[in-house]
């Protein structure tokens, strides 16, 4: 049997009963069948792999399965008797029955393993049972009472009882039993045991309320109400009052899935990272799939009834003569599909940033596992041998050009944790428009066709055109993208690099110059950013601008070509549509960007999960187990008892309560450029938006007049200058935050540079690199787009004020308490999700912290096989920041629902008011279209308000927190102080030190204890003693990295307090224990201000005997890789002495050596030695830790508890019992 003779089409497709027979029948019930068996597959992929438990089945277990089985036997029955006998039972209805039956079999089914397997309760089948219901409804609806009608009946009333079911709790508790293990095939797995064991969780009160309280958000409100208990009270959220993860979002299973689907890729010749992905978490996307496509639906609900209103107001067409009560339920219809709306868009934007956040977590953690086993310092792969996968299995065929990334680089990996893994939870919200997208045009134009005939293909001409431009401007913007990342690894590299060796910058006075560095690292970075940015405006304009094109088109053809008048119905249904037109045109640049971004990020992590590991091997035989396992004992124990905790030294991250403060504001307004960079751009979005609402104002009035192509130029007019300033102001926006973001890193950069020592030692450098990296990166992207878009969105409220109040004055009445209802949400809603985001924040930075120190200790963590414990202390950190950003998304989703019932109350008084006006004619039909358009973006247009106005009130934190560097953290000394010093000073090298008293910082004990010592020209001393004793502290006093609590230091006779500190370490040449390497070249590092020539240069390294090493890896350009990577320690401790020898005078001055040959070997210390007595003709204070190189010292001073204990010549110190007499004999002298 044909369709056209089963459904009774003879007539047309949209003709008679037999159209809504296949709707109703067929259509929607194969539709919820469907559903049904594709999300029960999906979901049996999942929990087959769970293992069975054993606890009883509840009463409403029971329930639930004899509803399942009921339903399947009288839909079975519906079909056989459709097969007997159509007069009882016709054919569509039939069909329809043995799509329902199918359905029971495959919920009955996953029911049942969800029972055996004690699976917490499934909220899939919860909404499932909903909608089933919902189609049985319409089902019965048009039918007659009769055997169909009984069978229709009893399937509502078993879809009715199964909902019932479901809403009532089982009884059965969630899961706690092990996860499955990952297969450890050949070792590979990147787990471990560590991930073996789940332990017993705490339960998440989302884990416990009840199908109405999820779907209202009801579980989060006593989060809204402590913070704004707290908020009054001056206080905010602590960690300890944030809900614990549930355990679908435990980091564990994130793992878990996502490393299991990678080990499958590790076994293919061409490893996927996107497959692994996409198998991973191809259940979470299906769900909220769904739930996108009936949203879908319903928003073409708007459009249909706006057109029913119009036409009623106007007493004319097909509505002619309809009751009044028709007009009515044309406004309930309205009112009930956008509150149905509201629920399915806050619980589908919740799925997609849990489905991000899981995915990011999977990630985070396969990044940090492989970190731990990448070869360290890895030099970059040649890109025509992509890196092997681990596997290494046999394979003919030639591997793919991969992209190649510097692996084990700091810069690279943090940036991998900080910004490539978020590309994925800004993705995965909008994942689903790939089709969404595509759909919602399609209807558009289905539905544009009925109103507008085929006026509709100039507009289509119009898009395709834009969509052309589009996919041209967006593969461009890809590969900027790709390029501004590797700008960005470079200068985070940078960063990385001088916070480990900040000290030693501050003694060799190179803090100008690395900043110099960073910030043309930085200026190319922005470069890079700016071009890639301009790029997106282009897109932008071509998908937001276009909807105002295609109306134009559109209309012009309607009245030109087709020579037929606009009336108002027309003109507004399709506005309506043109609206709705603008949500998927206006989202495929914003998901295009999120896409070429998530796929560069894609691209670089793969490309670091199949960079090179380590591999363990045991070239020698395995020793002694008993002597082995009593020194691995004695090595661990030892320490204990001398080592104490420094972990309570640092200072935890600073996280303020209560808003941002408008000195903030007053901060990035600055930055930006001040008022008449941030006046030009707020003059550029009111002349656009402005021009909107005129063009929207002239349609009304247009088409309310009669309709005539005489209106088009205005509208034409309208539409260009839209296209004008909308270019003019999204440039603005971009050169305005550009500006802003490229200040705030700089001044940011600055303090930390001129920062006091004490700032390094009591914050990790993870705090420091959250500024740098994440809050840079809001400051880059994030900050300007939601600062336009705070004003554009309040623009657009308000003129939705303005229109809706043309209806009737009356309206007041309710807006009124309506906006008083909605300022009250806001404020209770704003402490919490201000304080979350804080959380959040704040939670980001120990992630770092942790990865970082991981990273520089990578080979301790390895040789002392710490990598188990290593991954729980950044799974629990990872999951703390979990807890805060689920719950900050969730603060979203609250307030959102509430918001869209406050403007569905408006839609609706719109329409009432209208419709009951109409009836004395106290409205035109332009103004009542006009106005219900407008009343319809209500919803979206307060959401938006709202939720920018948070994101705007939580991405200024980053401004906070950046700003709070540079005005809060204690600074050093003035680095020049103008004729302190005289000419040519130190020119003897005199040093005195006169009762000097030091303690590093308010509060701890005095370090250096009344220590004088007299130093005169060019002596040479040694300074010794136990480690502690005040050795390191007294160099640091002579360089003022520590100020003195009493006491002088002078040079020369020139106390060095009143020193320009600059003007001192300038010109003291020293070598530190541990060399300070710079990623770049040999001449950047010796000599980062450009000051020597290269005849200098050679001369020091030749001094050094350096030369012929350099001039072999080519020259003073040659590459110096990240921590001096590809020298030997010796090597690079020679290219300090190469740097000590280009600072130091002819005559005069001072030399520090601070344990300089200690990691050598005795070759490399005689060298230097060598080096430092024939070409160093000045002072020379050394810390030594071998005490023979001291022996033809001038004086030794012996340190003891701060104090100088004994300061003699080492002959004199040696021929009398003395603390240097034992020292020596420690270290092997004969006495």
């Not at 399965?65 to 839909?75: E, P, R």
């Not at 309280?213 to 009801?218: D, E, P, R, S």
């Not at 360290?376 to 092997?388: D, G, H, M, S, V």
């Amino acid at each position: 049997m044909s369709t056209v003779e089963l459904c009774n089409l003879e007539d047309g497709l949209f003709a008679g009963q037999g159209f809504n027979d296949c709707v109703v029948h067929i259509i929607l019930q194969a539709a919820v069948a469907g559903l049904a068996i594709v999300g029960v597959l999906v979901g049996l992929v999942i929990i087959r792999q769970l293992p069975r438990s054993r606890q009883p089945i509840t009463l409403v277990d029971r329930m639930r399965s004899a509803s399942c089985a009921l339903l399947f036997l009288v839909s079975l029955a519906e079909f056989v008797v459709s097969l007997t006998t159509t007069q009882v039972v016709s054919e569509t209805q039939g069909i329809g029955g043995a799509c329902i039956a199918a359905a029971a079999v495959a919920v009955g089914f996953y029911h049942q393993q969800e029972v055996h397997r004690s699976l917490s309760e499934s909220m899939g089948l919860k909404l499932w049972w909903v909608l089933a219901t919902v189609a049985q409804v319409l089902a019965i609806y048009d039918q007659k009472i009769s055997a169909a009608w009984a069978f229709k009946g009893a399937e509502l009333l078993l879809c009715l009882s199964a909902t019932a079911a479901y809403l009532v709790p089982s009884g059965r508790s969630g899961s706690t039993a092990e996860p499955p293990l990952l297969a450890e095939e050949n070792g590979i797995s990147m787990v471990g045991r560590w991930a073996r064991t789940l332990s017993a969780r705490e339960a998440s009160p989302e884990e416990q309320v009840g199908i109405l309280g999820w779907l209202a958000f009801t579980w989060f409100t006593p989060i809204v109400d402590l913070a704004f208990e707290r908020d009054k009270e001056n206080g905010k959220l602590e960690p300890t009052d944030v809900y614990p993860l549930t355990r679908k979002n435990v980091a564990q299973r994130q793992l878990e899935r996502l490393d299991r689907q990678w080990q499958v890729e590790l076994r293919k010749p061409q490893p996927a990272l996107l497959s692994a992905m996409t198998r991973g978490f191809f259940a979470e996307v299906f769900s909220t799939a769904w739930v996108k496509l009936i949203n879908d639906v319903l928003h073409f609900v708007g459009p249909f009834l706006l057109n029913r209103i119009i036409n009623f107001v106007k007493g004319t067409g097909e509505e002619a003569g309809e009751p009044l009560w028709m007009g009515y339920a044309y406004a309930v219809g309205m009112v009930l599909s956008s509150g149905a709306q509201a629920f399915l868009m806050a619980h589908y934007f919740q799925g997609g940033y849990q489905t991000g956040m899981r995915l990011r977590t999977g990630l985070i953690l396969m990044a940090y596992s492989k970190a731990l086993r990448v070869l360290p310092w890895a030099t970059p792969q040649p890109e025509e041998a992509p890196p092997e996968p681990q596997t290494r299995r046999c394979c003919k065929k030639t591997p793919k050009k991969r992209p190649t990334l510097p692996t084990g680089g700091m810069g690279q990996m943090t940036n991998i944790i900080s910004a490539d893994t978020d590309k994925f939870t800004f993705l995965m919200p909008y994942f689903n428009l790939i089709w969404s997208c595509p759909l919602q045009i399609v209807i558009c134009f289905f539905m544009l066709f009925k109103y507008v005939s085929f006026s509709l293909f100039a507009g289509v001409v119009v898009m395709i055109l834009f969509t052309i431009l589009s996919s041209t401007v967006a593969g461009k913007a890809r590969k900027i993208q790709a390029e501004a990342m590797k700008a960005k690894d470079e200068r985070l590299k940078m960063e990385v690099e001088l916070l480990k060796i900040v000290k030693i910058i501050k003694f060799y006075a190179w803090e100008l110059a690395i900043e110099d560095k960073v910030k043309e690292l930085r200026n190319k970075e922005l470069a890079l950013q700016l071009r890639y940015k301009l790029w997106n405006v282009a897109l932008f304009l071509s998908f937001s601008l276009s909807p105002v094109l295609v109306a134009l088109g559109t209309f012009a053809s309607y009245t030109l070509v087709q020579k037929r008048n606009l009336d108002a119905a027309t003109a507004f249904t399709a506005l309506s549509l043109f609206n709705i037109l603008s949500f998927p045109l206006g989202a495929m640049p914003m998901m295009a960007r999120f896409f070429m971004e998530a796929a560069v990020a894609k691209d670089r992590i793969e490309a670091f999960l199949l960079s090179p590991e380590v591999v363990h091997e045991d070239p020698e035989p395995e020793p002694d187990a008993a002597p082995a396992e009593e020194e691995k004992k004695e090595v661990k124990e030892a320490p204990k008892k001398e080592v104490k905790p420094v972990k309570a030294a640092a200072t935890q991250e600073e996280r303020r309560s209560g808003a941002v403060s408008w000195q903030v504001y007053l901060a990035y307004v600055k930055a930006c450029g001040g008022v008449p960079a941030v006046g030009a751009f707020l003059l550029a979005v009111a002349v656009s938006e402005g021009s909107r609402n005129f063009s929207d104002g002239w349609l009304a009035h247009w088409s309310g007049s009669g309709g005539a192509s005489d209106g088009l130029a205005i509208y034409a007019l309208a539409a260009l200058i839209c296209l004008v300033t909308g270019v003019a102001y999204s440039t603005t926006r971009v050169l305005v935050g550009q500006r802003g973001s490229r200040v705030l890193h700089e001044n940011c950069l600055h303090a930390l540079l001129r920062a006091h020592m004490s700032f390094f030692d009591l914050t990790p450098n993870g705090q420091i690199l959250n500024r740098l990296a994440e809050d840079t990166n809001i400051l880059d992207y994030n900050l300007p787009q939601t600062m336009s878009a705070n004003i554009i969105w309040f623009w657009r409220a308000a003129s939705i004020v303005v229109v809706c109040m043309m209806v009737g004055w009356y309206l007041i009445f309710l807006m009124v308490p309506m906006f008083f209802l909605y300022a009250k949400l806001a404020k209770r809603y704003l402490p919490a999700t201000r304080d979350l985001r804080r959380l959040d924040a704040a939670a980001r930075s120990p992630i770092f912290s942790h990865f970082s120190e991981s990273m520089h200790g990578v080979s301790t963590i390895r040789a002392m096989q710490q990598q188990e414990r290593c991954m729980h202390t950044n799974t629990a950190r990872l999951e703390s920041q979990m807890e805060a950003y689920y719950l900050s998304n969730t603060a979203a989703r609250w307030l959102s629902l509430r918001l869209q019932f406050n403007g569905t109350i408006l839609v609706g008084a719109v329409c009432i008011l209208g419709i009951y006006l109409s009836t004395n004619k106290q409205v035109s039909a332009g103004v009542m279209g006009l106005a219900i358009t407008y009343a319809l973006r209500l919803t979206d247009t307060l959401n938006q308000v709202n939720r920018e106005s948070a994101d705007r009130e939580t991405q200024m934190v980053s401004v906070e927190r950046v700003q709070n560097y540079v005005t809060n953290v204690k600074q050093e000394a003035a680095l020049r102080i103008p004729h302190a010093v005289p000419p040519k000073w130190p020119d003897h090298g005199n040093v005195t030190v006169d009762n000097v008293m030091m303690r590093y910082r308010e509060g701890l004990p005095i370090v250096l204890n009344g220590i004088s010592l007299n130093i005169k020209e060019r002596e040479r001393v040694g300074i010794v003693g136990r480690t502690g004793c005040g050795k390191s502290s007294f160099l640091s006093t002579l360089l003022r990295l520590v100020e003195l609590e009493a006491g002088h230091i002078t040079m020369d006779g020139v106390d060095i307090s009143n020193v320009g500190l600059h003007d001192l370490r300038e010109t003291v040449a020293m070598i530190p224990q541990d060399p300070a390497i710079l990623t770049g070249s040999v001449r950047f590092n010796l000599d980062p201000f450009g000051a020597k020539t290269d005849e200098e240069l050679w001369e020091a390294l030749e001094k050094a005997q350096l030369k012929p090493r350099v001039d072999s890896a080519g020259g003073l350009d040659s590459k110096v890789e990240e921590g001096g990577g590809n020298f030997s320690v010796g090597e690079l401790q020679l290219l300090c002495l190469s740097r000590a020898l280009l600072r130091r005078q002819e005559s005069g001055g001072l030399l520090l050596l601070d344990e300089a040959t200690s990691a050598l070997d005795a070759e490399t210390d005689q060298t230097i030695q060598k080096v430092i007595r024939s070409d160093f003709n000045c002072t020379i204070i050394t810390i030594a830790h071998r005490i023979q190189t001291l022996l033809d010292y001038d004086k030794v001073a012996v340190f003891e508890s701060g104090k100088v204990v004994e300061f003699d010549s080492p002959q004199e110190l040696l021929k009398r019992p003395s603390k240097f007499q034992a020292l020596a004999k420690e270290g092997g002298v004969a006495v």
